[in-house]
């Protein structure tokens, strides 16, 4: 079956949907607000809207952050591209695929309705000229236009009084701004930790203000020559949460007084003042830490009582003068552009991309964040299955199984990261991924895997990067697929996985004898 579909947003989640849907022969045509893609990778961002600042670095490796289908350059190390270099990566899986004639710049969609004969009416208008609205009708859409286009103002007693400016990290450029104020910080996570950082190195004097001791891991953790995300494996992943979590802190409690530097003991420090570490999203940049190491960034996390007119007073009776306030407090969702569908939350939806009520016909890409991870990997996986089942070459669950099936990932969801309910986009990747790639067909562990033994000891000890996900299924490239994985080095020594496997083997028994509680099923 040929289908007319209708992609909203040219960033990462959009343009692998383009990409997918093309592979299966469909007719496609993009919507773009902006006059480039890229989403927030894009180089023309306006102040006023949410974008890359000038130093971002990517927070997950090129080997993540890529498609499956375009890997980075033969022989390329594992590294951490800048917002420039991946920016040019998408210009590069644009050219090379052939998606540009597809997308339609400088064009809003105003509405998404559905039409009379089953498909769905969507109305668009040119950016420069709002009343010249048009409707078309497609078959489908595709929602692709991200997580982080609304920035979240939360309020704060006292808020209306303050004299001082008040912005969001979203509108983050760089630290020149802030040169000699005194800045109070809400809120870390991972763009937060460079504009922590640099904030801290530039102001007068800086705060931050948190709820909790979000976990932290470094870039290359251990100062080894592995990134952070060189981690994401079944070895890893196989040992429980009721082992993984007390292993964690033990280690960063020994780090907090053993460190080999001020900032190692700073992360030790800040880490071991959480029980439940892999029950949160995981921070995947540790530049903040060393601001609290030389001294130069003060944290406060009993919480904020009220604001004044020139300061802020915290839970814990101390008070602060500052003049200036910076939200690092993340993004709302915005799904008014349906008209039929009220949605409020992403875990109402098969693997936060298909809600029941709107089935194939209206779809949501980019919307499956993982606490460990890449999204686009998340966003593939997703942009082949609605593909798939666009052509009929897969079904989607009955509506009463599909209800089951969301329950559980939800049930699951909510227990494994308890730590973080407010971030409804969160998925395990490894969890979510293989189980999507049994759904898609294209999981790698099956027979013909087991002839190539250091394959094997790669898919188990090694990255589960994108490219595990096309050795074997629909668009598969089997050959490409193996040099990829082939060519990136396990992560882990011979020692520390013959350590992991005697964890989950103690971890399995206790289980069984009812001493250790088991991980929630996915």
Known sequence: ???NVCVIGAGPSGLVAIKELLDEAHSVTCF?????????????????????????MLTISNYMMTFSSFPPPDGQ????WSAGEYRQYLLDFIEEFDLGPTIRYE??????????????????????????????????????????RVPNYIDIPGQDDFAGEITHSAYYRNAERFRGKRVLCVGIGETAADVVDEIASTAERCTLSVRR???????????????????????LYSVPLAAA???????????????????????GAWNSKNEHFFNHFLTKNEAFVHRIADGTLNVNASGIERLGADYVQFKDGRREKVDTIVFNTGYVEDFSVLKDVDISDVREMYKH???????????????????????????????????????????????FRLKRLIERQNTYENGVFHGNPELRTLVHYNQYMLDFAKVLGCSPWRPAVFKNPLLVYRLFCGSQMPHVFRLFGPHSDHEKARRIILSQPAAFGFRTV??????????????ALGLMKPDPEY
């Open 1 to 3: 079956m040929r289908k």
């Open 32 to 56: 773009e607000h902006s006059a480039e893609p890229g989403g927030v990778f894009r180089s023309g961002v306006g102040p006023e809207e949410a974008g890359a600042y000038d130093s971002t």
């Open 77 to 80: 190390e594992r590294q951490f």
């Open 107 to 148: 064009t809003d969609v105003v509405s998404i309705s559905k039409s009379e004969d089953g498909g769905h009416v969507v109305e668009v208008a040119p950016v420069s000229a709002p009343e010249k609205r048009v409707a078309h009708r497609f078959d489908a859409v595709v929602i692709a236009t991200g997580t982080h």
């Open 213 to 235: 001791h979000q976990s932290i891991i470094e870039r290359y953790p251990g100062d080894d020559r592995h990134p952070n995300d060189a981690y994401t494996s079944q070895l």
């Open 245 to 267: 979590n007390p292993i964690m802190r033990f280690w960063m409690k020994r780090n907090a007084k053993r460190g080999k530097t001020p900032a190692a003991r700073a992360l």
């Open 353 to 399: 991309m298909i809600h029941p009520a709107l089935g194939t016909g209206v779809v949501f890409i980019g919307w499956a964040r993982p606490a460990a991870g890449g999204v686009p990997a998340c966003s593939e996986m997703q942009s082949r299955y609605f593909a798939l089942l666009c052509s009929g070459k897969k079904k989607l669950p009955d509506r």
């Open 498 to 511: 013959l350590l992991a496997l005697a964890v989950i083997g103690a971890s399995r028994v206790l289980i």
